[in-house]
């Protein structure tokens, strides 16, 4: 049998050949099942280095989410199950935020969550999609909003602007949820945007 040499000293299967050949081009007979396992050994191999690639990654992007923000989780009943049944809704915002937890009426139908900050921002969402937070409700008004009105009840509103001491303010109507933010200065004004379109409902 013709044996072709391989231009590296390296151990390799040979093309159109059942043999290796060595580092000093000596032939070593294998046989089919040492060449299978020698197949699902790199395979092997592949996949873990696969594996560990996508790992790493999955922790970087973890470790970013971290640093700059976090996903706080709220708990709330909605009108869709009559006020019964807790939905779980995730925003992501600043991790600095401190969470309070409000019940604005009388009873604990209505619920509202609240996250402060350091520099006076307040970001809240709340089931109450009738009259919203107190936290705007100077500024709605000051607005020209008396209350909450939807064609359909899972309309999206928002409503948005500058308060007196030149921070601003909006409150959105997403469904089922009332969300928004007031106090915010300017330099961080896209930061509160982002945390108000990124709600999701987590079940």
């Given at each position: 049998m013709e044996i072709k040499k391989c231009p590296k000293p390296q151990l390799f299967l040979c093309p159109k050949s059942k043999n290796l050949l060595d580092g000093d081009n000596k032939t070593i007979n294998v046989?089919?099942?040492?060449?299978?396992?020698?197949?699902?050994?790199?395979?092997?191999?592949?996949?873990?280095?696969?594996?560990?690639?996508?790992?790493?990654?999955?922790?970087?992007?973890?470790?970013?989410?971290?640093h700059d923000q976090k996903r706080f989780k709220f708990s709330l009943k909605t009108i869709d199950s009559d006020y019964k049944e807790d939905k779980v809704f995730a925003v992501l915002l600043p991790k600095a935020g401190k969470k309070k937890k409000y019940y604005p009426h009388f009873g604990e139908i209505y619920t509202e969550y609240r996250i402060y900050y350091g520099d006076s921002s307040v970001f809240y969402i709340s089931?109450?999609?009738?009259?919203?937070?107190?936290?705007?409700?100077?500024?709605?008004?000051k607005a020209g909003i008396r209350g909450h009105t939807k064609k359909r009840l899972f309309d999206t509103v928002s409503y948005y602007g500058l308060q007196?001491?030149?921070?601003?303010?909006?409150?959105?109507?997403?469904?089922?949820?009332?969300?928004?933010?007031?106090?915010?200065?300017?330099?961080?004004?896209?930061?509160?945007?982002?945390?108000?379109?990124?709600?999701?409902?987590?079940?």
């Open positions: 046989s089919p099942f040492t060449n299978f396992k020698y197949n699902k050994m790199k395979n092997a191999i592949i996949l873990f280095a696969i594996s560990l690639s996508f790992s790493c990654s999955m922790k970087v992007a973890n470790e970013a989410l971290k089931n109450d999609i009738w009259k919203g937070s107190r936290l705007n409700s100077e500024n709605l008004y007196g001491n030149g921070r601003y303010w909006e409150e959105a109507m997403l469904g089922e949820v009332v969300l928004g933010y007031s106090n915010v200065p300017i330099s961080r004004k896209e930061e509160f945007d982002k945390a108000v379109s990124s709600v999701r409902k987590v079940n």
